[in-house]
């Protein structure tokens, strides 16, 4: 069957270090991978978008990978800071699919001072 | 700001009432989208208006339904509200369909079923 998991726990670290949430994906073959992330109460907001044949892409402090042979995607917050508490979703982009993001439940992570 | 705009942002309703939920949108996006999120849920699409064609998703109850009068205004109609509809509605856009056209999102409306 089609599955897409993230880190089913909350993710607590201390501020100033490196945050990593994990996506992996079963049975699909996504031509593109996206991350976002979303506050209490609020949609979500687009990170980043990475394409399977990208292995890495940055924006600032943020960090993707994407590993097609693992079926994985992670996902870092350098330097982290109280204000990166939140949860993050990724999305797959299923070419074929009318474009249409299957997304994962998401992981909390709250970044303690 | 260009942004998505959903209101209301709190929506309480009665068992069986009907009600409609509203998003606009001053991208200009063609695509307009509509999820419902239950706590600690994925997003689960209910429909999508790519301009004015319209697709349903499989699993979208016939419950709920989706006019777009306009490129800028989509709503969202719960024609019989049930306990188990309450949640969160997303409304979204994105340019167009292609796999680099990201999604905005509004603020989303928080809807209580009485």
């Known amino acids: 069957s089609q599955k897409i998991e993230q880190n089913s726990e909350a993710l607590n670290i201390q501020e100033g270090k490196t945050a990593t949430l994990t996506c992996n994906y079963t049975n699909y073959s996504p031509a593109y991978l996206q991350w976002y992330r979303q506050d209490p109460g609020r949609g979500p907001v687009f990170l980043l978008l990475?394409?399977?044949n990208e292995k890495e892409k940055r924006k600032e402090r943020l960090k993707v990978t994407f590993d097609t042979t693992l079926k994985q995607s992670l996902f870092h917050i350098t330097a982290s800071q109280p204000a990166d508490s939140a949860t993050y979703l990724c999305?797959?982009?299923?070419?074929?699919?009318?474009?249409?993001?299957?997304w994962g439940l998401g992981t909390s992570l709250a970044v303690n001072p | 700001d260009a942004m998505v705009i959903q209101n209301p942002r709190y929506q309480v309703t009665q068992f069986g009432k009907p009600v409609t939920l509203s998003c606009s949108q001053t991208?200009?996006?063609?695509?307009m989208y509509w999820y419902q999120q239950k706590s600690s849920q994925a997003p689960k699409l209910l429909f999508h208006y790519y301009d004015k064609d319209f697709n349903n998703e499989a699993d979208t109850p016939d419950n709920f339904q989706s006019r777009r009068p306009n490129t800028s205004f989509c709503f969202l109609d719960i024609r019989s509200p049930g306990l188990g509809d309450a949640a969160m509605y997303l409304c979204a856009t994105s340019r167009g369909s292609g796999s680099t056209d990201t999604q905005y999102f509004g603020p989303g409306t928080r809807l209580t079923v009485l």
């Open positions: 991208l200009n996006h063609n695509v």
């Open positions: 999305a797959l982009d299923i070419a074929g699919n009318n474009r249409k993001l299957i």
């Open positions: 990475i394409r399977e």
